[in-house]
């Protein structure tokens, strides 16, 4: 018979080799994602750009991002994550040094999209890696851990970016923060493994706990085909859901420093540091929510729908406030709470709709239709604010993420989860419970 797992016997490297690695794997790739926000005022001051331009210079990485997104999940099931997340390292060092010697708008586009095509590889083989890695129910937390590199990064990235800028220039903050992706892509190659089977470091226990608590893959006849994803309802309506989310969360990260400088009149070095706030409050909350989907009996949307409604409140309470940074900081505050808190719960519950062995392309056509948002929302706003100030803009994202939240709680509604990606193929017996079996 089945005897309920305890886990505290089992060692924990996964946590400390792959989710940790794959946390460092994520902050290096949204600072060099981020970190052309900061540089922005200055960019735009020496190459004499306009909102408008800007907003195209913000949303070109994601114009690359989109194109390799399926593609990067097709190339983690077929040459391994491993060796796929390794090479997007060594080229985001190599394109983030590239972009130091842009001399006019159109050259920065270029990298900029040239940065997105290889970036978009990654989170697909992310997906793969999750699956492989981590039980069920570390799932929102290993995937809440990797994307605690998003507000985490930027409270780094912003003050070390300012730093550099102000020091020297926006070109050499583009190579400082271009050079540790090589060093990573190194230490992703030797430390990495595509599954714990493969892993000779890993202890047996924690070997079998995985492998037994884990989402089951399909082999054979039985394995669902990417026709089924592309048929699915549900996936379309999580892809609709990440693009009216994204829309709302790229913007703010991206224009975050404009509106900070605007409303502070201050130079780049203290918008750095104004901006480490929302994204400190951001990465706490985020810990928080995944940590409590992943203990709460209560279904993963309940950790989703809620944040993405107070992010959408406090951009449309925002836009009738007082224009002061005090008023104004208050609910930037509170957005980025919105717009980050969710992220583990939600792609713990997303892949619950999908089956494992179609993980990596399912995150993919997800995370394509969230990049999406990536274009349009840094356009909205820049179109939007006009010769204004960048916070009048603002208010629009807010109608985002609303309709998201609507939609996610569509899904929740009325949606039936693949029982693949929701039950373990067996049950991890402790060493105590084993013994007491036998023995009784």
Not at 164 to 176: C, D, G, K, P, R
Request: net charge neutral; proline share 5%; hydrophobic share 55%.
């Amino acid at each position: 018979m089945n005897v309920s797992s305890t886990t505290t016997a089992v060692p924990n490297a996964r946590w400390r080799r792959v989710g940790l690695l794959l946390f460092l794997v994520y902050l290096v790739a949204f600072a060099e994602r981020a970190n052309v926000s900061v540089a922005v005022p200055s960019i735009g001051t020496e190459l004499a750009l306009g909102s408008t331009a800007i907003g195209l210079v913000l949303s070109a990485f994601f114009w690359g991002y989109v194109l390799t997104q399926v593609p990067g999940g097709w190339l983690a099931n077929k040459v391994g994550p491993v060796r796929l997340i390794a090479g997007a390292l060594f080229a985001w060092g190599i394109i983030s040094i590239g972009q130091a010697f842009a001399t006019s708008a159109g050259e920065l586009i270029v990298w900029r999209f040239l940065m997105g095509l290889s970036e978009g590889v990654v989170w697909p083989a992310f997906a793969v890696l999750f699956i492989a890695w981590f039980p069920l129910g570390e799932r929102a937390r290993a995937t809440g851990l990797s994307l605690l590199a998003l507000p985490a990064s930027s409270a780094l990235m912003a003050p070390s970016a300012g730093w550099l800028i102000e020091t020297w220039n926006w070109q050499t903050m583009f190579v400082v923060q271009g050079l540790p992706a090589f060093l990573l892509g190194v230490l992703v190659l030797v430390l990495l493994r595509d599954d714990p089977s493969c892993d000779p470091r890993l202890s047996a226990v924690e070997r079998e706990h995985i492998q037994a608590t884990r989402a089951h893959k399909a082999t054979g006849a039985a394995a669902a085909s990417f026709t089924s994803v592309l048929l699915s309802p549900v996936v379309w309506a999580c892809c609709g859901v990440y693009f009216l989310w994204l829309t709302g969360f790229y913007s703010f990260g991206l224009w975050l420093p404009t509106v900070l400088s605007q409303l502070s009149n201050s130079g780049i070095g203290v918008v750095g540091w104004l901006s480490v706030i929302p994204f400190a409050a951001a990465g706490a909350a985020m810990l928080l929510n995944a940590r409590a989907a992943d203990r709460s009996d209560r279904p993963k949307s309940w950790f989703v729908i809620p944040p993405l409604l107070v992010g959408a409140a406090a951009l449309l309470l925002q836009h009738l406030m007082p224009s002061t940074l005090i008023v104004q900081m208050v609910f930037l505050i509170l957005t980025g709470l919105g717009v980050y808190a969710a992220f583990g719960p939600w792609w713990a519950w997303a892949l619950q709709y999908i089956a494992p062995e179609q993980a990596g392309p399912a995150s993919g056509m997800i995370n394509l239709f969230g990049s999406l948002g990536g274009i349009v929302g840094p356009l909205v706003v820049g179109m939007a604010a006009g010769s204004g100030a960048t916070s009048d803009g603002f208010y629009l994202l807010g109608f985002f993420l609303l309709a998201a939240a609507l939609l996610a709680l569509t899904i929740a509604r009325i949606a039936k989860r693949d029982t693949a990606a929701v039950t373990p193929t067996a049950t991890v017996v402790s060493r105590d419970e084993e013994n007491a079996t036998s023995t009784g």
